[in-house]
C-alpha cells in the first residue's frame, strides 16, 4: 500500500512506556493512502524499546454512495474493488452479500477473489435439507464464472462514507437514494 506523509509532528510526552518506563513519543501525521482520502495517524512510540500504539482515523467526508459494475467476461474477474470499512458489497444474482467489517481498514480486493470467499462461505455454512437445491445452484454458478465461462451478474457496493471504489471504466456511481 502507497503512503504519501504530508505533515510530521513529534513530541516527547510524559507517559511512560507501559513496557520498558521511558517516556513515550507522540507521533502525529497526515497522509494520504491509496483508495483512501486523508487520513490520520497518531502514533505513541517508545524510541528504547520500539513499543508503538497507533490511532488511525479518516479526514474525508464523502457523499454516501452506490457503485455498480456488471461483470461480463473472464477478464473483468480481474477488476479492482476497493470496499472500505463502511461498505456493503452485494451480487443480487448470487444472493451474495459481505457487510462492512470491523476492522479499521478497508480491502482491497478483486472480483475473483470475492467470488471465492464467497464460494468458501457457502461451503462453511454447510447445507441442509430446505435450502441445498438453492445452495448447489448458486454454487455451480460461482464455479463456472471462476472457470471464465461467464454468466454476466453485478458487482454492487453501497457505501454511506463514498469511501469505496470499483477500478473499472465500467463501473456506475450514483447516490444512494435510489
Ligand atoms: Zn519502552
Redesign the pocket.
Known amino acids: 500500500m502507497v503512503i504519501y506523509v504530508n505533515e510530521l509532528m513529534e513530541i516527547k510526552t510524559q507517559s511512560p512506556?507501559p513496557?520498558?518506563?521511558?517516556s513515550l513519543y507522540y507521533i502525529f501525521y497526515e497522509t494520504k493512502i491509496a483508495y483512501e482520502e486523508e487520513i490520520s495517524i497518531e502514533t505513541y512510540f517508545?524510541k528504547?524499546?520500539?513499543?508503538k500504539s497507533n490511532k488511525i482515523s479518516s479526514q474525508a467526508g464523502n457523499e454516501p454512495k452506490k457503485i455498480n459494475v456488471t461483470i461480463q467476461s473472464r477478464e473483468d474477474l480481474r477488476i479492482i474493488i476497493y470496499r472500505s470499512s463502511n461498505g456493503r458489497l452485494i451480487i443480487p444474482e448470487f444472493g451474495a452479500e459481505i457487510e462492512p467489517g470491523l476492522e479499521s481498514y478497508g480491502e482491497i480486493t478483486t472480483v475473483e477473489a470475492v467470488l471465492e470467499k464467497f464460494l468458501d462461505k457457502i461451503d462453511f455454512m454447510g447445507k441442509d435439507e430446505k435450502n441445498s437445491e438453492i445452495f448447489d445452484e448458486i454454487r455451480e454458478k460461482i464455479l463456472k464464472n471462476l472457470k471464465g465461462d461467464t454468466e454476466p451478474f453485478t458487482v454492487i457496493i453501497e457505501d454511506p462514507s463514498g469511501k469505496s471504489r470499483i477500478n473499472s471504466s465500467k463501473a456506475i456511481e450514483s447516490s444512494m437514494e435510489n
Open positions: 512506556c513496557v520498558c518506563g521511558e517508545c528504547r524499546c520500539l513499543y
